[in-house]
């Protein structure tokens, strides 16, 4: 796989809703041509009520506006904001409305899961952050985990392409005719900075395994560490063996994953992995400080990527994502210092002599857990890829 990296961006880090939610609420103030805005979960709560209300303002000033949600995440938003959005002026089309709870074949699986905001085609936010309260569950003490960037710069003419071909797909798959979206302003691709990035995306035609794929070339280019954050963390063989063979080479290796569990079935099966990474090496944390929701990694202080993907299977092989993987030095620290930072105040570790004396029921029911994902993953069709 070849990456398209392109020099000259200026990105800037986001942690959590509290520095995300009002830098895009600002770029969407302050709009004069067209606003996109892609999520799987646009909730209707304190934060999704802000981000309308600003989408809703844009639209009164002659702002082309443009959401689309996801028709399974975005449940809720369909039934109490949408229709005031497009009362209010507001472009809203829906990914996939029309689920069956009893469908599992995989044209019903492939959901949008990445969150993908341009703004006159000068701005752009790539990361895993819903358009929901960080404080959504009434047990968390603390913001749920996540990260974003914004970017500026070259990077934006791929981002904004991606965002336009998706909206034209879906309005012709919505009203069953072609739907080719007038010209609008060029997206402004000029030097802003000295980053050098590259936008991918994972699709289910052209772009299956590039995400995956950037992950492998990351791994296999570490020669010191790799600190990896991710949400749901299911990996297929080939992915596992690129971590364990990287530890054998030497490189330190820590995983950051969830601790408090808002899916316990794929927490299980993820467990039932800890066994063969700590014997291979790896340094697991689980982060118990609250929900911890985010898709990142940094490699050797010089590589990283933040973006919605999670490294299993519904991100890996069905959902529609968006990651910016980048070559910078600074950024790569940057990134690298905020996850040692929850590490050190939201993280347990977890050795491998005391998971090898827990209880063997627990163990017994993450591989069972393991072997029902694994069933799901087979029934949705891609058994023999996982």
Same mark, same amino acid.
């Given at each position: 796989?070849?990456?398209?990296w392109?020099?000259?961006?200026?990105?800037?880090l986001?942690?959590?809703?509290a520095?995300?939610?009002?830098?895009?609420q600002?770029?969407?103030?302050?709009?004069?041509?067209?606003?996109?805005?892609?999520?799987?979960i646009?909730?209707?709560?304190?934060?999704?009520?802000?981000?309308?209300?600003?989408?809703?303002?844009?639209?009164?000033?002659?702002?082309?506006?443009?959401?689309?949600?996801?028709?399974?995440?975005?449940?809720?938003?369909?039934?109490?904001?949408?229709?005031?959005?497009?009362?209010?002026?507001?472009?809203?089309?829906?990914? &996939?409305?029309?689920?069956?709870?009893? !469908?599992? =074949?995989?044209? @019903?699986?492939?959901? +949008?899961?990445?969150? #993908? *905001?341009?703004?006159?085609?000068?701005?752009?936010?790539?990361g895993?952050?819903?358009?929901?309260?960080?404080?959504?569950?009434?047990?968390?003490?603390?913001?749920?985990?996540?990260?974003?960037?914004?970017?500026?710069?070259?990077?934006?003419?791929?981002?904004?392409?991606?965002?336009?071909?998706?909206w034209?797909?879906?309005?012709?798959?919505?009203?069953?005719?072609?739907?080719?979206?007038?010209?609008?302003?060029?997206?402004?691709?000029?030097?802003?900075?000295?980053?050098?990035?590259?936008?991918?995306?994972?699709?289910?035609?052209?772009?299956?395994?590039?995400?995956?794929?950037?992950?492998?070339?990351?791994?296999?280019?570490?020669?010191?560490?790799?600190?990896?954050?991710?949400?749901?963390?299911?990996?297929?063989?080939?992915? &596992?063996?690129?971590?364990?063979?990287? !530890?054998? =080479?030497?490189? @330190?290796?820590?995983? +950051?994953?969830?601790? #408090? *569990?808002?899916?316990?079935?794929?927490?299980?099966?993820?467990?039932?992995?800890?066994?063969?990474?700590?014997?291979?090496?790896?340094?697991?944390?689980?982060?118990?400080?609250?929900?911890?929701?985010?898709?990142?990694?940094?490699?050797?202080e010089?590589?990283a990527?933040?973006?919605?993907?999670?490294?299993?299977?519904?991100?890996?092989?069905?959902?529609?994502?968006?990651?910016?993987?980048?070559?910078?030095?600074?950024?790569?620290?940057?990134?690298?210092?905020?996850l040692?930072?929850?590490i050190?105040h939201g993280?347990r570790?977890?050795?491998?002599?005391?998971?090898?004396?827990?209880?063997?029921?627990?163990?017994?029911l993450?591989?069972?857990?393991?072997?029902?994902?694994?069933?799901?993953?087979?029934?949705?069709?891609?058994?023999?890829?996982?």
């Amino acid at each position: 796989m070849a990456i398209h990296w392109l020099p000259g961006n200026a990105l800037t880090l986001l942690e959590n809703g509290a520095e995300f939610f009002p830098a895009l609420q600002a770029a969407i103030d302050t709009a004069c041509h067209e606003v996109y805005l892609e999520t799987y979960i646009f909730a209707d709560d304190v934060t999704g009520r802000a981000i309308a209300a600003a989408l809703a303002r844009a639209a009164a000033r002659g702002v082309t506006v443009r959401l689309l949600v996801d028709g399974f995440g975005g449940r809720e938003f369909v039934e109490r904001l949408r229709d005031d959005l497009i009362a209010r002026g507001v472009h809203v089309l829906i990914y &996939r409305r029309d689920i069956s709870p009893f !469908a599992i =074949r995989r044209r @019903r699986l492939r959901r +949008l899961h990445r969150k #993908l *905001a341009v703004i006159d085609g000068r701005v752009a936010f790539v990361g895993g952050i819903n358009i929901l309260s960080d404080l959504s569950e009434p047990d968390m003490a603390a913001p749920r985990h996540d990260y974003a960037v914004r970017v500026e710069g070259p990077l934006l003419a791929p981002i904004h392409a991606t965002v336009q071909h998706l909206w034209e797909l879906v309005a012709w798959a919505s009203f069953r005719h072609r739907h080719r979206l007038p010209a609008g302003p060029a997206p402004c691709c000029g030097t802003c900075g000295d980053v050098e990035a590259a936008f991918l995306i994972r699709d289910n035609l052209r772009h299956r395994r590039d995400i995956e794929d950037a992950y492998l070339l990351g791994i296999a280019a570490a020669r010191r560490e790799i600190v990896l954050a991710n949400a749901y963390f299911l990996p297929g063989r080939r992915f &596992r063996q690129a971590l364990l063979d990287a !530890a054998r =080479r030497g490189v @330190r290796i820590t995983l +950051l994953i969830q601790g #408090l *569990a808002d899916h316990p079935l794929q927490q299980r099966a993820t467990r039932a992995l800890y066994g063969q990474l700590l014997a291979g090496g790896l340094r697991i944390v689980e982060y118990h400080r609250s929900y911890l929701h985010a898709k990142v990694a940094v490699v050797d202080e010089r590589w990283a990527t933040v973006g919605s993907s999670n490294i299993d299977p519904f991100s890996l092989l069905l959902a529609r994502e968006a990651n910016v993987v980048i070559r910078d030095a600074a950024f790569a620290t940057h990134l690298r210092d905020h996850l040692q930072d929850a590490i050190a105040h939201g993280g347990r570790e977890i050795s491998a002599d005391a998971w090898q004396r827990g209880p063997r029921l627990q163990r017994l029911l993450n591989w069972a857990a393991y072997g029902l994902v694994r069933l799901m993953i087979g029934l949705a069709g891609y058994g023999g890829r996982h």
